[in-house]
């Protein structure tokens, strides 16, 4: 059983660029979630995906947006890059109709914005 | 709404000592709640989890947890702290939607 994997690891962008950061689930999970960790914090939920649709967005604004792709997995696009955006992005994966729906984590990929 | 509280943004403990790190939730529905581990430059690894049933809880590395209802608490306690056990640990609720919210992390230190 394969877990959640992101790439890439590390970003280093400028202000008003753009990015697309990418999750694969882990083996049999349907749903992918992702969160942004600023140094130092807790990790803020961004936005979930399930069957290829939005199923929830947290408190951020519409430049960042998703897709869930047919397999399951996933991208987050950030445009016009604000320093404010550097952090950890976490892409967590679960199964969804389970109940209580665990959420498992990748390693993340951590964004600097200059 | 729901919130997590997490008393304490830094713990240190002895080697061996008793690791306490304190949640308290707010939610207006049963809670699902869970605390994850993170080690330095690394994603979130799940400790624990509480949805239903026993209220006292066991995860990994010896670390347990128990739901107490009318305190709105869901602390963590290992016995016998180990220096691996140095790392951030984060408390969080979960909605029905499955949207995680999270505490603002306890870092704990142990020392030789």
């Known amino acids: 059983e394969t877990g959640v994997t992101q790439s890439p690891t590390h970003l280093i962008k400028t202000r008003g660029q753009q990015v697309t950061l990418r999750c694969s689930s882990q083996s049999g999970h349907n749903t992918v979630s992702w969160y942004q960790q600023a140094l130092g914090q807790g990790p803020q939920f961004i936005f979930q995906y399930y069957r290829e649709e939005e199923n929830g967005r947290g408190n951020f604004p519409p430049r960042f947006s998703g897709l869930q792709f047919p397999n399951y997995s996933s991208e987050l696009n950030v445009n016009a890059l604000e320093l404010d955006d550097s952090a950890l992005y976490l892409c967590?994966?679960?199964?969804?109709?389970?109940?209580?729906?665990?959420?498992?984590f990748g390693p993340g990929t951590r964004l600097l914005v200059l | 709404a729901q919130s997590v509280t997490q008393l304490g943004s830094h713990v240190s403990v002895s080697e061996g000592a008793l690791v306490l790190l304190r949640c308290n939730y707010s939610s207006s529905v049963p809670p699902y709640l869970f605390w994850y581990v993170q080690y330095p430059n690394q994603g979130l690894q799940l400790l624990l989890k509480y949805t239903t049933g026993a209220t006292l809880v066991k995860g990994i590395n010896g670390f347990e947890a128990e739901f107490k209802k009318s305190e709105t608490s869901f602390h963590l306690t290992k016995p016998s702290a180990h220096m691996s056990d140095a790392a951030e640990y984060f408390c969080?609720?979960?909605?029905?939607?499955?949207?995680?919210?999270f505490g603002q992390g306890t870092e704990l230190s142990v020392k030789p």
């Open positions: 969080a609720v979960s909605d029905l939607g499955g949207k995680l919210i």
């Open positions: 967590a994966s679960s199964l969804a109709g389970q109940g209580e729906e665990t959420q498992y």
